[in-house]
């Protein structure tokens, strides 16, 4: 599964980003976590700036995690 070590960094740190980063945005690729951000677009330009096409994770600290529903809006193909 794509991002699962990262996943699993973040979760096992998600108390003490907690303490520490509430509401900022951390970097994680592979088992580093890199470094935490006050917006997600700085976080994905420092990612896309170190690691290029490589896999890494942005990911809000927070609480309570948010969950967006997109649909794409698309007709079905019959």
């Keep these: 599964m794509a991002l699962e070590k990262e996943l699993a960094v973040f979760q096992q740190k998600l108390p003490e980003f907690l303490a520490e980063h509430s509401g900022q ?33 942005v990911k809000h600290v927070e609480v309570v995690e948010q969950v967006h529903f997109i649909s794409r809006l698309l007709e079905p193909i019959v």
């Design 25 to 57: 945005y951390v970097l994680i690729h592979g088992d580093e976590v890199v470094d935490f951000f006050m917006s997600y677009e700085d976080a994905i330009k420092a990612g896309y700036s170190r690691f290029g096409l490589e896999s890494f994770l």
